[in-house]
C-alpha cells in the first residue's frame, strides 16, 4: 500500500492523527525534504526506510515505492501541506494505477490555512468576502490564460497564493492591474508554524519592497483582500435572533446586512439554508 499523507505546513504536530499513526507502521517514508520538516521523520519506526525526493524524479520515486511494494511492505509518500494543492500527486497515482499498486490519501493542513492562522485572520468575512481564490504566478509552470492574476483580482475577494512570493513586483503589478485598490491590504507569511515563521502586514502597494525588507523569497504565502484589515459584520449563524437547525432564535430585526433574511429567519426556507452552515462549521 502506498500513503500519501499531507504533512502540514511545518510544526510537527500539524499533521493528521491518521498521517502521524501511518508513519509509524510504514516500511519506507518518501518526503519532500524541500519543504516537509525532517522532525517529521520522528514518527518513523527505526527500520524505515528513508528517501528525500528533493533529488529525485518521478520515476526515481515510482521505482523506490515499486521495490517496497514488491516485498509487500507499505510505502508514505508524505508531502507538504495538502497533497490535493500543487502535490505533483496525480502523476503519480496514475503510474499506480497502471500497475494496480493499491493507495490511500490522507489529507493535511494546507499553507494557506496557516498563513491565516499566523495571521489571526478569517478569510470569509460577512459583507465583507465570501470566497477564497487560491492561486499562484505563472513560473516555470504556465497557468491557464484564463487563471491569470489581473483576471482573478477583479473579484476583489480574498485571495492566496502559494509559489509566488519570489515574483513580487510582476504579482502586485498583476493585482493591481486587475483592480485591487494600492491600499488593499495584504500580507506575507513565510515558513507558517515553522520556528522561523515570519508575518508581515502590509499594502498592495507596499508588499514587494516588503518583501525584499524582509528578504523573502520562498516558502511564503502571500494573501490579499480586505478580510485582512476591514469592518465586517457579524455571523447570521451566531446571531442571537438567528433559527436553524440547532437553536431556535428570539426571531427579531437580525437584518443587520439588510438583506431581508431576517424575516425569513423564523420560515423555513432560511432554517434550511441555516443546517447547511451548521453542517460546514461542524465538519
Ligand atoms: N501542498 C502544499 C503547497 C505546495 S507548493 C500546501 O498545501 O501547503 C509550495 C508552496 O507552498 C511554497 O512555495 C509556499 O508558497 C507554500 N508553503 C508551503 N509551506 C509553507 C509554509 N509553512 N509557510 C508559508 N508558505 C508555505
Known amino acids: 500500500m502506498i500513503y500519501f499523507i499531507g504533512a502540514g505546513p511545518g510544526a510537527k504536530d500539524l499533521i493528521t492523527v491518521r498521517g502521524a499513526q501511518v508513519l509509524g507502521t510504514v516500511d519506507c517514508i518518501i518526503y519532500a ?19 528525500d525526493s528533493a533529488s529525485m524524479t518521478l520515476e526515481e520515486v515510482v521505482e523506490a515505492m515499486c521495490k517496497t511494494e514488491a516485498l509487500g511492505l507499505d510505502t508514505a509518500r508524505l508531502h507538504t501541506g495538502d497533497p490535493s494543492l500543487y502535490g505533483a500527486i496525480q502523476e503519480q497515482i496514475d503510474i499506480l494505477r497502471e500497475k494496480g499498486i493499491a493507495f490511500q490519501i490522507i489529507p ?12 489571526e485572520a478569517e478569510y470569509t468575512l460577512p459583507g465583507i468576502s465570501q470566497s477564497l481564490i487560491l492561486t499562484r504566478t505563472a ?69 514587494a519592497a516588503e518583501g525584499r525588507a524582509n528578504n523573502i523569497g520562498s516558502t511564503a504565502m502571500v494573501l490579499v483582500g480586505a478580510f485582512l484589515d476591514s469592518d465586517y459584520q457579524r455571523s447570521k449563524l451566531y446571531d442571537p435572533s438567528f433559527s436553524h437547525g440547532f437553536r431556535q432564535g428570539t426571531g ?29 462549521s461542524a465538519t
Not at 33 to 51: D, P, R
Not at 257 to 266: E, H, K, L, N, S
Open 33 to 51: 525534504g524541500s519543504l516537509v520538516n525532517a522532525e517529521l521523520l520522528e514518527y518513523a519506526k527505526a527500520s524505515c526506510e528513508i528517501y
Open 252 to 280: 427579531q430585526a437580525a437584518d443587520a446586512q439588510g438583506t431581508g433574511q431576517a424575516a425569513d429567519a423564523q420560515g423555513t426556507g432560511q432554517a434550511a439554508d441555516a443546517q447547511g452552515d451548521v453542517a460546514s
Open 108 to 119: 493535511g493542513v494546507s499553507a494557506f490555512s496557516a498563513a491565516a492562522a499566523a495571521l
Open 139 to 207: 513560473g516555470r509552470t504556465p497557468v491557464p490564460e484564463k487563471e491569470g492574476i489581473s483576471a482573478f483580482a477583479s473579484h476583489q475577494t480574498s485571495m492566496a497564493l502559494f509559489l509566488s512570493a519570489g515574483m513580487l513586483d510582476k504579482l502586485s503589478e498583476e493585482l493591481l492591474e486587475g483592480g485591487y485598490p494600492p491600499e488593499t491590504p495584504a500580507a506575507i507569511v513565510y515558513k507558517a508554524s515553522w520556528p522561523d515563521e515570519k508575518a508581515v502586514r502590509t499594502t498592495l502597494a507596499g508588499l
